[in-house]
C-alpha cells in the first residue's frame, strides 16, 4: 500500500483498488463500478433525490446521442466542449448524414424539447432532473475524478423571468452545499465562478469547491444560470400575460461520480479507505474472535446484535469466514467500514464486546446490555467528526497572507523544499483576464471561485498589484 505522503496519486489508486469500489476496462477512460463504488454513488443519489423532490424537481429522460447541428446554435456552447465530444458517425454499416455526439451535457436536446413543451407562463417553470451517463475525452483521466464516461445528475429548469431564474440558481447550490457538508462530511466554499472558469454557455456559474488531503481543489458541484441564451438558440419562448411572447430564462446544474474520488481524497489515511457513516455500504461490520467456534453463544450474541441493528435501518455485515481475525481487521479497514465491532470468549464472560471506530487510534468496551445504542451514537458522532477533522484540515491549508506573485512563487518552492502541501490561497484579482492567465501560467493555481463568505478581503491583485475588484480562491486542482 503506497503512502499518501511518498506518492498521493498512487495511494489514491491503490486505495480504491483494495477496497474494491472499481475495475478498468479495455476502453480507455471508462470504469467499472463494482458494488461498493455503486452502492456509495446510490446513498448520494438518493439524498439528493429526495431534496429535489422536495422542491419541486421530477425526473426524466433525454436521449444520449445529440445531433451536431444542435451544439452549432449556440455558439460558446460548441467551443467549449468541441475539444471532448465523442462522435458517432456510421450507423448499421452506413454513414449518417449528420453527425451524433455522444452527450457531454444535454441542455442542446433539451433546449430543442424544452420550445416544443412550453407555449404559455402557465406552463412555467419546467423543474426537471435527469440522472445519466455523459462523456467528456478526456486527455488525462483518473477512476471518480476524471473519467471518459461517467454517472451524474444534470438538473434543466427554464422560468418566466431572470429574478426566478436566478432564485433557482441558488436554491440548487445551496442543496449541493447541505449535501457534500452533510452526507459526505466535506466542507465547502460556495462562491461565482470567473468568466473563463464559467460554463460555455452560461450568463454566470456557481460552484461548491473542496480541498482533498493533498492540497488540490475539486469542483464538487456547479449551477449556471443561462439567462436567455438557450432560449433564443432553442427559440424556448412563451405567451406571458400581457400576451407577448417573451423568452424563457433557464439553468442548469450538476453534481457527478467525482463526489465518490472526493470523499476517498479527503478522507483517506495511510491505512486505506475511510468512509462517513451516512455513505458507507457496510456501516458495521460484526467480527467472532478467539477460539469462537467452539463456543456457540458469541456467534448467538452476534446474530443478536446483527438483527438489532438491521431492525434500526443500519447496514451490517457479520464477518463468519475462516480467515484470521488479523486478516479480517485489515480488510474492512481498508474497505473503509467506519464501525468494527469484537466479541471473544473473554468479551462474553465479561458481558462487554470491543468496538473500533475507523478514525480512531484505541477500541472501546461496551456494554453489551447497551451495544447497540452505543454503536448508533458513534456512528452520529463519527459522521460530525470527520467533518471538524476534514474543515480543520482545510484551514490549516489555506493561506489568507500571501498576496503577491512572487510571495505565491516563493511559498511553492518553499512547499516542494519541505515536502508540505501547498494548499489553497485567498488573494485579489482586478478582473482581468491576462492576470488571471499569468497565474496559471507561472504556478498552475487557477482561480476556483469567488467566495459568497471569504474570511478577509483582499484590497490589490495577485499578479499585477492593481486595485482587486474581487477576493479569489485560488489552488491546484483536479
Known amino acids: ?61 433525454f436521449p444520449m446521442l445529440i445531433p451536431e447541428s444542435f451544439f452549432e446554435k449556440e455558439k460558446d456552447h460548441i467551443e467549449g466542449f468541441s475539444p471532448e465530444l465523442p462522435w458517432v458517425t456510421e450507423a448499421a454499416g452506413e454513414k449518417l448524414e449528420e453527425r451524433l455526439a ?61 429574478e ?103 478522507h483517506g489515511d495511510e491505512q486505506g479507505l475511510v468512509l462517513p457513516p451516512k455513505i458507507a455500504p457496510t456501516q458495521v461490520v460484526l467480527i467472532p474472535v478467539g477460539p469462537w467456534k467452539k463456543n456457540h453463544a458469541i456467534v448467538e450474541k452476534l446474530d443478536e446484535i446483527f438483527a438489532a441493528l438491521k431492525a434500526k435501518g443500519i447496514r451490517v455485515r457479520l464477518d463468519d469466514y475462516d480467515q484470521s481475525p488479523g486478516y479480517k481487521f485489515n480488510e474492512w479497514e481498508l474497505k473503509g467500514v467506519p464501525v468494527r465491532i469484537e466479541l471473544g470468549p473473554r468479551d462474553l464472560e465479561n458481558n462487554q464486546g470491543l468496538m473500533k471506530a475507523r478514525d480512531a487510534e484505541e477500541k472501546v468496551s461496551l456494554p453489551l446490555e447497551s451495544i447497540v445504542e452505543s454503536i448508533i451514537e458513534e456512528l452520529e458522532t463519527m459522521q460530525t467528526r470527520l467533518f471538524e477533522k476534514a474543515k480543520a484540515f482545510r484551514a490549516e491549508n489555506s493561506h489568507t497572507h500571501i498576496d503577491t506573485i512572487e510571495q505565491l512563487e516563493q511559498h511553492l518552492a518553499e512547499s516542494e523544499q519541505n515536502g508540505t502541501i501547498p494548499g489553497w490561497i485567498l488573494a485579489g484579482w482586478c478582473g482581468e483576464d491576462v492576470c488571471e492567465k499569468s497565474v496559471k501560467e507561472k504556478t498552475k493555481f487557477t482561480t476556483r471561485n469567488i467566495p459568497f463568505n471569504p474570511p478577509t478581503t483582499k484590497h490589490t491583485c495577485l499578479h499585477c498589484g492593481k486595485e482587486a475588484k474581487h477576493t479569489v480562491w485560488f489552488a491546484r486542482a483536479y
Open 1 to 61: 500500500m503506497s503512502k499518501q505522503t511518498d506518492d498521493f496519486s498512487k495511494w489514491y489508486i491503490d486505495t480504491i483498488q483494495k477496497a474494491d469500489l472499481m475495475d478498468y476496462t479495455p476502453v480507455r477512460g471508462c470504469i467499472a463500478f463494482k458494488p461498493d463504488g455503486y452502492e456509495i454513488w446510490e446513498h448520494i443519489q438518493e439524498e439528493m433525490d429526495k431534496r429535489f423532490k422536495e422542491t419541486g424537481h421530477r425526473n426524466a429522460y
Open 102 to 162: 455522444l452527450r457531454p451535457t444535454s441542455e442542446t436536446m433539451i433546449g430543442h424539447l424544452y420550445a416544443k413543451w412550453i407555449n404559455s407562463y402557465r406552463d412555467l417553470p419546467v423543474l426537471i432532473n435527469q440522472w445519466a451517463n455523459v462523456f467528456r475525452w478526456e486527455k488525462k483521466t483518473l477512476p471518480f475524478i476524471r473519467t471518459s464516461e461517467f454517472l451524474w445528475q444534470e438538473g434543466h429548469t427554464a422560468h418566466v423571468d431572470q
Open 164 to 266: 426566478e431564474a436566478r432564485k433557482e440558481t441558488m436554491q440548487m447550490l445551496t442543496i449541493y452545499k447541505e449535501v457534500v457538508e452533510g452526507l459526505l462530511a466535506i466542507p465547502v466554499y460556495d462562491g461565482i465562478k470567473t468568466p473563463s472558469e464559467r460554463f460555455a454557455g452560461a450568463v454566470d456559474t456557481f460552484s461548491i469547491e473542496a480541498m482533498m488531503k493533498d492540497g488540490k481543489a475539486v469542483q464538487a458541484g456547479t449551477s449556471h444560470y443561462l439567462g436567455t441564451k438557450f432560449a433564443e438558440a432553442f427559440e424556448i419562448k412563451y405567451l406571458n400575460k400581457e400576451n407577448k411572447h417573451a423568452y424563457a430564462h433557464t439553468t442548469s446544474w450538476g453534481t457527478s461520480t467525482r463526489l465518490i474520488g472526493s470523499v476517498i481524497m479527503v
